[in-house]
């Protein structure tokens, strides 16, 4: 191997994945939504859920047309609360799972995104 060269395999990333702190624990009350800007994009990329003392996190991308999910900032459920809604297309989604279960995209899922909470109660994606 010549200089500068590494005996890394082809194909993996030099790239390091720090995870990213969206909020605590306790800003997320139960049975609320809300977006979040991870990248500094300029748009909510990622939707968290938390029902039922269970956080859940997808990409806030309807698989339909990979449009987001909102019509305003933080509003992903349905008035029951129970779901959550593709207001572009009203599609149907179950919070635990992210399947589609109503719309034009039935059966289809949210892409769920990695994440963990830590010791002190912060909400990383990973």
Known sequence: ???????????????????????HIDELP???SCGFDPHHCGQDSVLVVRRGGQVH????ACPHHDTPLA???DAYLNAARDRIICFAHGAQFE?????CVLGPCLGQCLAA???FVDEEGKLLLL
Not at 1 to 23: D, F, K, Q
Not at 95 to 99: C, F, K, M, N, S
């Open 113 to 115: 995104l990695p994440f």
């Open 30 to 32: 139960d049975g609320q």
């Open 95 to 99: 919070i635990e799972t992210g399947r």
């Open 57 to 60: 996190v997808y990409r806030n």
């Open 71 to 73: 019509w305003r900032k």
């Open 1 to 23: 191997m010549g200089p500068g060269r590494s005996a890394r395999p082809r194909g993996t990333s030099l790239i390091r994945h720090t995870p990213v702190t969206l909020c």
